[in-house]
């Protein structure tokens, strides 16, 4: 009993904090890999990596008043949830932008690509030393899929897509695109359209009910 209590006494704080939100894992399966998809993931030239929980992809409650089939993107927290019907949202660990290379705001997807090629802008080509072309295929830092934001008609050269660097899934290192797992964005890709709208919340603006950089330890991800 006095443990129920002290389980109930808890959850009653999270309720006043920000949620005691219930999430069911969801997870990662091949279901929705073409036969491409299978061939070039089995060379991928990097290795599997074990996503801590926290950024694995879940079905979790959704509070927040965006429509289902909205995508909103929490960078301090490193998540992405697509919006379900219901009051559920699937939710999406992330690799996000650096601070100083950040952008929010309201935009849409314009364009979407499988196994994307990358052509590097001249200021990705100076800092990071890449080539000035990279075609398609698990080696590129694209990844398996992309898709391209747009402000009005104009590109905001934000995208989100896969990574040949899935260890970076919970950090901020990208050149301010969002990376997400190529298993992860291969599910998103299917779940969204062209025209789908994406919000970026501003830095400091989100509100995750469970923010995965604060382990329950006290351990903060970096």
Known sequence: MARRGLLALLCGLGLVLGGCMQSTLDPTTDASFTARDKKLLAAAPYQ??????PYQRHVVSWHRKELPGTIVIDSDARYLYYVLPGGKAVRYGVAVGEEAMAWSGVARIE?????????PTPGERARLDVPA???PGPQN???????????????????????NQPEYIGQAISSGCIRMT??????LYKRVKPGTIVVVLAPHQGDSPFNPRVASNGKIFQ
Do not use: C
């Open 111 to 119: 364009r979407m690509t499988e196994w994307p090629s990358w052509t």
């Open 48 to 53: 599997k990596v074990q996503i801590p929980e």
């Open 133 to 135: 072309f990279v075609g």
């Open 141 to 163: 830092p694209m990844g398996a899929r992309a898709m391209y934001l747009y402000e009005g008609n104009k590109d905001t050269l934000y995208r989100i897509h896969g990574t």
């Open 182 to 187: 190529n298993e992860d964005v291969i599910d």
